[in-house]
């Protein structure tokens, strides 16, 4: 099992950046393949990031891509989201995962494939 706890939110202009962390208990940490999700007010919880267990394979949403990284420290036990060019239409509270699964791929895009969550922590970009 393992528990995690984001950090890192709060606001920014549009054009800024934040960089979230999501520490993470456990000394299996690396064993876990890992994601970001974010809700916005009123909207279902979507993908935003997901990182492979090693850190070597990542995908991002479309609406994110080139201006969002993902990345992990193994030793560590915390995993990032390094958020660039942010638009107003990026506020939400933003949740990091934890997939225990292995069933061969190495990361995951969809909610129900994560079996761990953290409390959220909110973006909010202004205009």
């Known amino acids: 099992q393992v528990q995690l706890v984001e950090s890192g939110g709060g606001l920014v202009q549009a054009g800024g950046s934040l960089r979230l962390s999501c520490a993470a208990s456990?000394?299996?940490?690396?064993?876990?393949?890992m994601g970001w999700f974010r809700q916005a007010p009123g909207k279902e919880r979507e993908f935003v990031a997901a990182i492979s267990r090693s850190g070597g394979y990542t995908y991002f949403a479309g609406s994110v891509k080139g201006r969002f990284t993902i990345s992990r420290d193994n030793a560590k036990n915390t995993l990032y989201l390094q958020m660039n060019s942010l638009k107003p239409e990026d506020t939400a509270d933003y949740y990091c995962a934890a997939a225990s699964k292995m069933d061969g791929r190495a990361y995951y895009t969809r909610l129900h494939d994560y079996n761990y969550w953290g409390q959220g922590t909110q973006v909010t970009v202004s205009s």
């Open positions: 456990g000394r299996t940490f690396g064993s876990y393949a």
